[in-house]
């Protein structure tokens, strides 16, 4: 299944408590439709003690946002876009901005 957004792209939160706030993808769970943005939906995890070196305690670590939930964000227009995949002759892809038509 072909996704929106990969890992690495910088993208804004359309929804939840995260809402219009951006970062960057982590992690892309294809089969779930989820990803993981560095720095947002963060909850607090119970780990407990591994090692001498890795103490236990609480953590937060970042959870899961659905796929539609979240937008690709466009430098040059500053927000959350909708955007076309363009072919090249030498069948590269890149990702156009709808609204400002530049490359994301």
Same mark, same amino acid.
Not at 10 to 13: G, H, T
């Given at each position: 299944m072909s996704l929106r957004v990969k890992k690495g792209d910088?993208?804004?939160?359309l929804a939840g408590k995260a809402k219009n706030k951006t970062g960057k993808?982590?992690? /892309?769970f294809?089969?779930?439709s989820r /990803? /993981?943005?560095e720095?947002?939906?963060l909850v607090k995890k119970h780990t407990r003690?591994?090692?001498e070196s890795e103490p236990g305690g609480i953590k937060e670590v970042?959870?899961?946002?659905?796929?539609?939930?979240?937008?690709?964000?466009?430098s040059s227009c500053n927000k959350g876009v909708r955007f076309l995949v363009q072919t090249a002759e030498d069948k590269s892809k890149t990702r156009i901005c709808?609204?400002?038509?530049?490359?994301?």
């Open positions: 910088k993208v804004v939160v993808i982590l992690k /892309v294809t089969a779930k /990803v /993981v943005v720095g947002l939906n003690r591994r090692s970042p959870a899961s946002i659905h796929i539609s939930n979240v937008s690709l964000f466009c709808k609204k400002c038509q530049k490359p994301i």
